[in-house]
């Protein structure tokens, strides 16, 4: 506060100067005191003055406020409202207030009132001094916001809450409905304000309702749950809140009433409890045994199947809990798979067993699920169980069998091992003999054809030139006709001439596959055919394997000669030729066919000649062609090494059939 000294008191001035500096003083003290902040500035807005309150408000200490512009104190944006200010100031002799954003030394806004006003004791340099209180509406400004706030969340609030609210006046009018009241019956809002309730619900749902209309109008809260029939809307349950609307002097003037409609819940409540009875005559006819536990496994509930499993009564499980009917080797596992189900809330299934009331044990599978509230929560434990007891005892008898079934198994392999290298061995022997067989039908032919051809025939042409000699002498002497002794020496050169041609087929050596195609030619040239048989040799075939060609050969010559005895054929041909991959030899006739084609294949002959195709490691085939006859074919690999068994000797127990064919070879 500027103090003004004083200049010539005289003494009888200075009690009266005293009062003056005690109220100056006072003044003083209760400016820089002051909960409002005051600050003057000149025309040009510079701080001649400043309380503490006001100096407070910007954070800056007073002493060095003084001489500053109050123009740094404005908010930017409202700095020509500040200029407009102070203008106002210049022109004018009252006061001029104005409202705008201030800003601290934090640069934080201060949304403000400055109300100033000339003091004509206050001059500065010869210029007045303009007073001016800053009124702070920071707080003001916030709890403005706050209400506004309040009343925007209020109005949404009353909007959009499920709640239906309505006011309604003595006279039985509407003065405000919300948004959900007016939704129901159809309306808007504004269309219900100031209409007679009776409008809108009809006589009998205002009927239904004015019993309780009259007791808040009395003053008593009225709470009700009715069915209530609108006359468009039709039929709603509603839970209504009635509270007396006072006036200011407690004078009732109508009610404010909070509605809930609750049709549809009650709908669900009625369409469940329809549902809950449905799934107790489910449950008591299940075919299932159902059980419903407490957390502590205490049964809560028992179905009749499951009464009837354990062969207890409902109230008698109801005392019990599920570790009393469980077996004593499957408590821990119960326990432990009721304590997962209700911690996670996840179905689990197991198979245990259960001890009815006599002792007895029953197999049973389990499946416990969680039941909730109506909030979500456990509540209880619902059990399902199965009597499996006899699916165990035919899963033991099963698994008895199948341990007596897997020693019989080892015993039979056991001995199938055995069988199988004794018939291994027993087929090696047989090869053996087989191939035994075949060198020594060999042997044999060579041994006839040789005795035939050395004794026989040699035997035969000494006839021959005896019985000629004869003829000589006789035919000289003229003691017998010559003609009878010239023809037993002609009959004795065809029988010798014969002799050596069979001799010759039965002593052939062995062919190798240079002389091949010789020895074929050779085999249909003989005179003892009794059809034409003639040699195709394609110039592709070709071999080099001297024991395949003696396969070959001897393959052709067993069918040539089935061809011969057997086929009636006009003709034969022995044909060598050659595909991509296989040499072929082919004996083919014109005879009857091969319609006896099985009793064929049982002979001898024909196994000999697919055990020699065997050996060679090919195919023999005897098939018809379409023009008839017989076709023998034999399919050898090319380049293929083939090697002889070697000679065993021949064991005991021959089979019959090589017996006899060995027989008749000899």
């Known amino acids: 506060m500027r103090r003004f000294p004083a200049s010539g008191d005289s003494p009888s001035d200075r009690p009266n100067r005293r009062e003056l500096d005690h109220a100056v003083q006072r003044y003083s003290d209760l400016y820089d005191l002051a909960p409002t902040g005051y600050v003057s500035f000149d025309r040009s807005g510079r701080i001649e003055e400043i309380n503490l309150t006001a100096a407070q408000l910007f954070g800056i200490p007073r002493e060095r406020l003084i001489g500053m512009p109050f123009m740094v104190f404005v908010s930017r944006e409202d700095t020509e409202l500040f200029l407009h200010h102070l203008l106002r100031c210049r022109c004018s002799d009252t006061r001029v207030e104005s409202e705008l954003r201030l800003k601290d030394v934090k640069r934080k806004i201060i949304h403000a009132v400055l109300s100033s006003a000339p003091v ?3 001059v500065h340099n010869g210029a007045l001094l303009y007073q001016t209180a800053i009124v702070d509406l920071s707080d003001r400004k916030a709890a403005q916001a706050a209400l ?75 709470s009700y749950e009715a069915r209530v029939p609108f006359a ?120 245990k067993r259960y001890i009815r009331k006599d002792g007895s044990t029953i197999w049973v599978n389990v499946c416990d699920a969680v039941e909730r509230d109506a ?29 007596h079934l897997e020693e019989l198994v080892q015993e039979r392999t056991k001995a199938l091992h055995v069988a199988n290298a004794e018939l291994k061995s027993e087929i090696d022997r047989r090869k053996g ?21 050395d004794g026989l025939c040699q035997h035969l042409t000494a006839v021959a030139f005896m019985a000629r000699s004869m003829a000589l002498r006789l035919r000289n002497h003229r003691v017998i006709d010559a003609a009878e002794i010239e023809k037993i020496a002609e009959l004795v050169n065809d029988a010798a001439s014969n002799t050596r041609n069979l001799s010759r087929a039965l002593h052939r050596v062995d062919v190798d596959a240079a002389g091949l195609v010789s ?78 084609e099985p009793r064929l294949k049982q002979g001898l002959g024909f196994h000999i000649m697919n055990y020699r195709a065997q050996l060679m490691g090919g195919r023999l085939e005897i098939d018809s062609p379409k023009g008839g006859g017989t076709c023998v074919s034999c399919y050898l690999p090319r380049k293929k090494a083939v090697q002889l068994p070697n000679n065993e000797k021949a064991g005991r127990g021959l089979p019959a059939k090589i017996a006899k064919a060995l027989t008749v070879l000899v």
């Open 120 to 122: 004509a004791a206050s």
């Open 232 to 351: 468009k809307a039709g039929p709603r349950f509603l839970h209504g809140v009635y509270t007396p609307d006072k006036n200011e002097n407690g004078e009732v003037v109508g009610w404010i009433a909070s509605l809930l409609d609750l049709t549809e819940q009650k709908r669900a409540e009625k369409a469940l409890t329809e549902s809950q009875q449905r799934l107790r005559t489910i449950i008591d006819h299940a075919n299932a045994s159902i059980a419903r536990y407490h957390r502590d496994g205490l049964i809560h509930f028992a179905n009749p199947r499951l009464c009837r499993m354990l062969d207890y009564s409902r109230s008698e499980l109801q005392r019990k809990t599920v570790e009393e009917i469980t077996h004593a080797d499957d408590v821990e596992k119960t326990a432990e798979t009721l304590e997962r189900v209700w911690r996670t809330g996840d179905p689990s299934e197991i198979d």
């Open 433 to 453: 003999l087989e191939g035994e067989i075949l060198s020594v039908s060999d042997r044999e032919q060579q041994r006839l054809g040789q005795e035939l051809h």
């Open 519 to 596: 020895a074929l030619q050779d085999l249909v040239d003989r005179e003892i055919w009794r059809m034409p048989c003639r040699l195709e040799v394609r110039p592709s075939f070709r071999i080099d394997d001297d024991v395949a060609a003696t396969h070959l050969y001897r393959i052709a010559r067993e069918a040539v000669i089935n061809a011969n005895k057997h086929a009636q054929a006009r003709k034969v041909v022995v044909r060598l030729e050659r595909s991509r991959q296989k040499m072929i030899l082919r004996v083919i006739d014109d005879g009857v066919g091969v319609s006896s």
């Open 375 to 403: 909030a979500g929560q456990p509540r209880f434990i619902v059990a399902v169980a199965v009597d499996i007891t006899a699916r165990k005892k035919m899963e033991d008898a099963l698994r008895k069998s199948k341990e």
């Open 148 to 222: 506004q706030e309040k009343e925007a969340e209020l109005e949404l609030i009353t909007t959009e809450t499920p709640f239906m609210l309505t006011r309604c006046s003595r006279d039985l009018r509407y003065r405000y409905v919300s948004r959900a009241y007016a939704e129901m019956v159809g309306r808007n809002p504004e269309e219900l304000a100031g209409k007679p309730i009776v409008e809108t619900m009809g006589e009998k749902g205002l009927a239904t309702v004015l019993p309780y209309i009259k007791r808040v109008l009395s003053g008593e809260p009225v």
